[in-house]
């Protein structure tokens, strides 16, 4: 299987910030990688795929970029929305699917 | 608009088993693959298999291979999702989830079941 590993596992920032979080697969996975944000309690809610495509409604401080094997998801000016927990997902073609560990944004 | 609603939670003893269901609302049913997903407490989410709605070919990780079934019905625009042999290792949230195609992003999230295992 493929595996993504996260970076950092936990992040603080506060409001108004630029954040990065980073996403490494053992093997290329192209451009199929999507991004997931998770509050406690609920699902997780798509926020980018393909590696660089922003879901419809999803607020356009979000971005996503890289391809083969790494991969950032970027928030350019966190809001009190944006506090939660992010996973990288890849979804190459008859592979497994796998998810990051996920990174915990705090409020600093 | 787009639903996915999950059945409520359950609670088995080791070895049992369980069927969770997940009906769709609000899309063609099988224009789309359905994912299962799974999150023990605290932990992060781990992919458990899909089913194509259109013919039910379905395909699961090695995991919970011989364990899983996942069965669709087209005439209730319901998936179910059965795991045999639990154990405390199952307890988990599940989650189903819509994809367009059978390795694809999850574009719609069902609320969650939770799947307690205890003797």
């Known amino acids: 299987d493929i595996q993504m590993t996260q970076s950092p596992s936990t992040l603080s920032a506060s409001v108004g910030d630029r954040v990065t979080i980073t996403c490494r697969a053992s093997?290329?996975?192209?451009?199929?990688l999507a991004w997931y944000q998770q509050k406690p309690g609920k699902a997780p809610k798509l926020l980018i795929y393909?590696?660089?495509s922003l879901e419809s409604g999803v607020p356009s401080r979000f971005s996503g970029s890289g391809s083969g094997r790494e991969f950032t998801l970027t928030i350019s000016s966190l809001q009190p929305d944006d506090f939660a927990t992010y996973y990288c997902?890849?979804?190459?073609?008859?592979?497994?699917?796998?998810f990051g560990q996920g990174t915990r944004l705090d409020i600093k | 608009q787009v639903q996915l609603v999950q059945s409520g939670p359950e609670v088995k003893k080791p070895g049992a088993s369980v069927k969770v269901s997940c009906k769709a609302s609000?899309?063609?049913?099988?224009?789309?693959?359905i994912g299962w997903v799974r999150q023990a407490p605290g932990q992060g989410l781990e992919w458990m298999g899909w089913i194509r709605t259109s013919d039910s070919y379905t395909t699961f990780a090695q995991k919970v291979q011989g364990r899983l079934t996942m069965t669709a019905d087209t005439s209730t625009n319901t998936v179910y999702m059965e795991l045999r042999s639990l154990t405390s290792d199952d307890t988990a949230q599940y989650y189903c989830?819509?994809?367009?195609?059978?390795?694809?992003?999850?574009?719609?999230w069902g609320q969650g079941t939770m799947v307690t295992v205890s003797s």
């Open positions: 989830a819509r994809e367009f195609g059978d390795y694809d992003a999850f574009d719609f």
């Open positions: 093997q290329s996975v192209s451009s199929w």
């Open positions: 997902q890849q979804y190459t073609a008859y592979v497994p699917i796998t």
């Open positions: 393909k590696a660089t």
């Open positions: 609000g899309y063609t049913f099988t224009t789309y693959t």
